[in-house]
């Protein structure tokens, strides 16, 4: 009876949260680092320094997870890596094709925007923020709610009622190598029914 409850349990909670640490030799494709992770909307990212930077200077690129089905109250979550200005990096949250929200960073400024058929728009005004290396960076969409946070605490919100399900993933543009501002680690997970975000399986135990 317990193994069955174990099962069940473990059946509940599923592969998430996703995780990736971006360790791989500089110049490795996103893709071929990991083949979890799927290009979208013109996106090329690589690691350099043991973190995932943008590679592209044309537009700015989606890359969303594909191995895990998330709900549609989801959160996707990075360390900041190297903190380059002009160049940015951003995390992305119900991602289906070329559409999703998406929050993106560079030194001095952060912006929450929409992706609509690969065409962003700004769901909020810019805000002028110096972020630095080590900040946890959190983008969570609950129900209309499209939210980011910074070290916990949230630094932007909206509502918008445009996209209901997706995938999480990262955006990026620009590249600048070793120097392209970059996440030192990301993960993504479910966002709980009590509103927290899921970011680890507890263990099982039995009385």
Wanted: some cysteine.
């Amino acid at each position: 009876m317990k193994r069955l409850i174990l099962l069940f349990s473990m059946c509940l909670l599923g592969a998430l949260p996703a995780t990736d640490a971006f360790t791989a030799a500089n110049g490795t494709a996103l893709t071929t680092h990991n083949a979890k992770w799927t290009l979208a909307s013109s996106g090329v990212f690589q690691i350099e320094g043991n973190e995932v930077v943008a590679n592209q200077t044309s537009a700015a690129g989606v890359a969303f997870w594909n191995a895990d089905t998330f709900a549609n109250d989801q959160y996707s979550e990075g360390i900041t890596g190297v903190m380059g200005s002009g160049f940015e990096i951003g995390l992305c949250v119900r991602i289906s094709g070329t559409n999703g929200y998406f929050a993106i960073w560079d030194s001095a400024n952060v912006n929450l925007r929409k992706l609509t058929s690969g065409t962003g728009s700004d769901l909020i005004s810019t805000l002028a923020l110096s972020l630095s290396t080590g900040d946890v960076m959190l983008l969570e969409a609950v129900g209309t709610t499209i939210s980011l946070k910074r070290n916990g605490s949230v630094i932007m919100t909206t509502t918008d009622a445009t996209y209901a399900s997706g995938s999480a993933g990262i955006m990026g543009y620009g590249f600048f190598g070793a120097s392209s501002p970059g996440l030192a680690s990301w993960s993504a997970g479910n966002v709980s029914a009590a509103g927290g975000s899921m970011r680890r399986r507890q263990p099982v135990t039995f009385q």
